[in-house]
């Protein structure tokens, strides 16, 4: 167990916040990354704190082409999709998180869950409408460390 | 990171991969993270700490449409 008493019960209000299910598809692979299980060990608890995640755990040797097809390239890695429903089609906003979710991490990954559930950027209406002018893809990469 | 999140979900052109660093030292160096938060728009575009929004989104643009930088 990951979390105790209290550490659910404060990700459990944070995911009251959720509007829309999260699929969070989640690759490991325990041979060659045994790390890589930990995180989906983590994942996997996260989506028994609240029915509105859903959690796919894939292997990243095995299920390649689902890994390709979502652009996860390295292990551990966490897709963050917001669910489709009535049998619709998975929204894919290109939110991904790399490596092991710990400490501050760990609250971005609960950030992104909440943010892509919302299918809402929040960002300034200005913002939001000179991004909308773009016709190239840009790829952001934030890198962290769990200090 | 999670304003890169946020642009991410704004704009389907937009990818973005959050990195805990320490378990991938080829990107440490690729990139040459020696302090964090960094951030890495595009191949060519980078900054260092948290940046308001209106600054990633200039990053962004710039990267966009380098030719806007002439």
């Known amino acids: ?147 | 990171m999670r304003l890169a999140y946020r642009f991410a979900i704004a704009s389907d052109k937009i990818t973005a991969d959050g990195v805990e660093v320490t378990g991938f030292p080829d990107l440490a160096r690729r990139y040459r993270v020696s302090s964090v938060p960094k951030t890495v728009v595009g191949e060519t575009a980078e900054f260092v700490g948290a940046q308001p929004e209106s600054a990633l989104l200039q990053h962004v643009l710039d990267v966009a449409t380098p030719s806007s930088l002439s």
């Open chain 1, 1 to 147: 167990m990951f979390f105790d008493e209290e550490v659910s019960g404060q990700i459990k209000e944070r995911f009251s916040e959720m509007v829309h299910p999260v699929k969070l598809v989640v690759f490991s692979q325990a041979l060659q990354h045994p790390e890589s299980e930990e995180v989906k060990r983590l994942v996997e608890e996260l989506g028994t704190l609240d029915p509105r995640v859903i959690v796919e755990a894939k292997n990243f040797i095995i299920d390649a082409t689902q890994a390709k097809d979502l652009g996860v390239t390295r292990i551990p890695a966490v897709a963050i999709l917001r669910a489709g429903v009535d049998g619709g089609a998975d929204k894919d906003y290109g939110v991904r998180f790399f490596g092991l979710p710990m400490q501050y991490d760990f609250g971005v990954l609960i950030d992104g869950i909440i943010d892509v559930s919302k299918g809402e950027s929040g960002l300034d209406p200005a913002t939001i409408e000179a991004l909308a002018s773009l016709t190239t893809p840009v790829h952001l990469q934030v890198f962290s460390t769990p200090t």
